[in-house]
């Protein structure tokens, strides 16, 4: 069993910062490409990132590239989206997902859509206050 979870959101200024990390457990994590998405009660699950299992092939939605990065750590666990210049339209519940695939190539695509991933964790609430 696959476990995923989410911490570090929170409220914050419009322009400020948070650090979002997931911390999977039950099983190798390096074995699963992870994403990121977010979701609020008016719209459907939105693509965030990606990031392939050696972390050596990433994705971003076109709304936060330049602003988010994600990353892994395969020795802790975890997989972490550093988002920076928060605004207000970047409030949203934000879930992490497990890609158990064992492809070695990826299209963003791909990588965007939610039935792409087999687990996903709770969810950790971003509120960018303007």
């Known amino acids: 069993q696959v476990q995923l979870v989410e911490s570090g959101g929170g409220l914050v200024q419009a322009g400020g910062s948070l650090r979002l990390s997931c911390a999977v457990s039950g099983r190798t994590f390096s074995d699963y490409a992870m994403g990121w998405f977010r979701q609020t009660p008016d719209k459907e699950r939105e693509f965030v990132a990606f990031?392939?299992?050696?972390?050596?092939?990433?994705f971003y939605a076109n709304s936060v590239k330049g602003r988010f990065t994600i990353s892994r750590d395969n020795a802790k666990n975890t997989v972490y989206l550093q988002m920076n210049n928060l605004k207000p339209e970047d409030t949203a519940v934000y879930y992490c997902?497990?890609?158990?695939?064992?492809?070695?190539?990826?299209?963003?695509?791909?990588?965007?859509?939610?039935?792409?991933?087999?687990?996903w964790g709770q969810g950790t609430q971003v509120t960018v206050s303007s």
């Open positions: 997902a497990a890609d158990p695939s064992t492809r070695t190539a990826y299209t963003s695509t791909y990588a965007s859509r939610a039935p792409t991933y087999d687990y």
């Open positions: 990031i392939n299992r050696s972390g050596g092939i990433i």
